[in-house]
Each structure stands twice: as C-alpha cells, then as structure tokens.
C-alpha cells in the first residue's frame, strides 16, 4: 500500500517562507510524477506544481511562478516544495500526489495522480 506523507505547513507572514516535504512508501519502483496541489477556502482543489524523475522536468502554476521551487530527492522518494514570497491568497491545504504510470503526461490534472497525502495546512497572514 503506497502512503505519502506531508509535513513542513504552518503559520506564517505575508512574504515569508516554508518548505513542504511529502515522503512515499510502500511500493518499490519510484513514482514517476510527483505533485503538490492546493485547495483554499471556499475553492476547488488545483494544480501548483509537479516534478518528473529528471532534473528540470518541472511545472508550475503561473501565479506561483518565480515564488515556488519544486524538487525531487529521486532516491529517497521525497518531493519538496519551497515556497518564498508567500501572499495570503496561498493559503491552502496542500496535497501530495503521485503517479506510478509512466504513459501519463497531464501533470496538471487531478486524475492523473493514483495516491494523494492528507493534506497539510499552510496559513498566511497579512
């Protein structure tokens, strides 16, 4: 059973800073796409950013862009998610995806991603 598990939310200013991590276990092949989405107050759950297996290989939201860094640790199945600049219109619950399925390309959609993290809760105040 594949788990993935989220920590690094919490409280913080406008401007400020946090690191996301979101660490996979159970399956012994690495995933090939890793993700985080978000979903605010009052909104529908959407994409912020995702990492492929290869250095570079990266997509993000253009309102988190220049702001948001996505990183993979390959081998030790981490996905990291550093978020500088931070606006109060960030704050979300952030959720961990993966996907095992390497014939799947739409890294920005919701159905793409077999296993999802509980979420963790990122606040920013103004």
């Known amino acids: 059973q594949v788990q993935l598990r989220e920590s690094g939310g919490g409280l913080v200013q ?23 989405f978000r979903q605010g107050p009052g909104k529908e759950r959407e994409f912020v950013a995702a990492s492929g297996q290869d250095f570079g290989d990266t997509h993000y939201q253009d309102s988190v862009k220049g702001r948001f860094t996505i990183s993979r640790d390959v081998a030790k199945n981490i996905v990291y998610l550093q978020m500088d600049g931070l606006k109060p219109e960030d704050t979300a619950v952030y959720y961990c995806a993966a996907n095992y399925n390497p014939l799947v390309t739409a890294v920005r959609m919701m159905a793409s991603y077999e296993y999802w993290g509980q979420g963790t809760q990122v606040t920013v105040s103004s």
């Open 14 to 36: 406008t401007g400020g800073s946090l690191r996301l991590s979101c660490a996979t276990s159970g399956r012994i092949f690495r995933p090939e796409t890793m993700a985080w």
